[in-house]
């Protein structure tokens, strides 16, 4: 009997994501496969229903909305900075990406999105955060998850 994708089991996939204009914005070709705990919150909650009640060797596509993916872009999100925060970093530029400590001690991924004089706009929203998400996707192992893994809330 094979095993069907539910809380608990951990699951291999292999993917392609793309955003709306079919531009890959991800794939696990190179990095090999995407290997989570299903029910933890380990991956965003629409692809984690699409997988449920999946089965090795199921391969399909699904189409992601923003609130079912990383969520809308958030503006409480984006602040101006000094530059001065960007210390021992020669030239700040658009595109850059940091991480940053919030208030919280949790990490974060920050992008400058502006710089103008000694102000930097940067922006703590996810990079994929505002977008529909498409993922052509194969599921290619499915096993229990063991005491420690689901006490832990993530594969080891």
Same mark, same amino acid.
């Given at each position: 009997? !094979?095993?069907?994708?539910?809380?608990?089991? $951990?699951? !291999?996939?292999? @993917?392609?994501?793309?955003?709306?204009?079919? %531009?890959?914005?991800?794939?696990?070709?190179?990095?090999? +496969?995407? =290997? @989570?705990?299903?029910?933890?919150?380990?991956? /965003? +909650?629409?692809?984690?229903?699409?997988?449920?009640?999946?089965?090795?060797?199921?391969?399909?596509? $699904?189409? *992601?909305?923003?609130?079912?993916? @990383?969520?809308? =872009?958030?503006?409480?999100?984006?602040?101006? =900075?000094? *530059?001065?925060?960007?210390?021992? $970093?020669?030239?700040?530029? +658009?595109?850059?990406?940091?991480?940053?400590? %919030?208030?919280?001690?949790?990490?974060?991924?920050?992008?400058?999105?502006? =710089?103008?004089?000694?102000?930097?706009? *940067?922006?703590? %929203?996810? +990079?994929?955060?505002?977008?529909?998400? %498409?993922?052509? /996707?194969? $599921? /290619?192992?499915?096993?229990?998850? !063991? !005491?420690?893994? *689901?006490?832990?809330?993530?594969?080891?």
């Amino acid at each position: 009997m !094979s095993l069907t994708i539910a809380d608990g089991m $951990v699951v !291999s996939t292999h @993917y392609t994501l793309t955003d709306e204009d079919a %531009n890959v914005l991800d794939s696990t070709d190179e990095s090999g +496969p995407m =290997v @989570y705990l299903h029910g933890a919150d380990n991956i /965003i +909650p629409g692809l984690e229903d699409a997988l449920t009640g999946k089965t090795v060797g199921d391969r399909f596509k $699904v189409r *992601i909305d923003v609130e079912d993916g @990383y969520g809308e =872009v958030l503006t409480e999100l984006m602040q101006v =900075v000094d *530059i001065a925060a960007f210390e021992g $970093v020669d030239t700040v530029e +658009p595109g850059m990406r940091f991480e940053s400590e %919030n208030e919280d001690g949790e990490f974060e991924l920050i992008v400058v999105k502006h =710089v103008e004089g000694n102000k930097v706009t *940067i922006d703590s %929203n996810h +990079p994929l955060a505002g977008m529909v998400l %498409n993922f052509d /996707i194969e $599921v /290619i192992d499915i096993r229990e998850a !063991s !005491s420690e893994e *689901i006490e832990h809330e993530h594969v080891h």
